[in-house]
Nanobody, 131 residues
Framework: EVQLVESGGGLVQAGGSLRLSCAAS????????IGWFRQAPGREREAVSC????????EYIDSVKGRFTIASDNAKNTVYLQMNSLKPEDSAVYYC????????????????????????WGQGTRVTVSS
């Protein structure tokens, strides 16, 4: 069974840090890119970051650049999202999702990662940043 499990969410004060983890099982890690998305109450889901270690792709949305860092530990089939200098507007449920890279060139994925249809989603982990 293909499964993604997020962890690491919680309550933190503005300026603080959290590290989210996305543990994957049942899928060949090298064949997939992993994206992090978030959804705040009353708002649409928003792409945050993505990584394809096989294709050396890392992307961020502008609002998190310089504050968030995505990394992959292929030996553990786990992707991390280190979030520093957190702001109240970062509060949301964070989801990781996997997409098979078989159908996409690295260039195409880099250009379109935010809008592609991901194959597997985790259950989410909540991040709350207090002001």
């Amino acid at each position: 069974e293909v499964q993604l499990v997020e962890s690491g969410g919680g309550l933190v004060q503005a300026g603080g840090s959290l590290r989210l983890s996305c543990a994957a099982s049942g899928l060949p890690f090298d064949d997939f890119a992993i994206g992090w998305f978030r959804q705040a109450p009353g708002r649409e889901r928003e792409a945050v970051s993505c990584i394809s270690s096989y294709d050396n792709i890392i992307e961020y949305i502008d609002s998190v650049k310089g504050r968030f860092t995505i990394a992959s530990d292929n030996a553990k089939n786990t992707v991390y999202l280190q979030m520093n200098s957190l702001k109240p507007e970062d509060s949301a449920v964070y989801y990781c999702a996997a997409i098979r890279m078989t159908y996409y060139s690295p260039t195409y994925y880099s250009a379109n990662w935010k809008s592609l249809r991901y194959d597997v989603w985790g259950q989410g982990t909540r991040v709350t940043v207090s002001s």
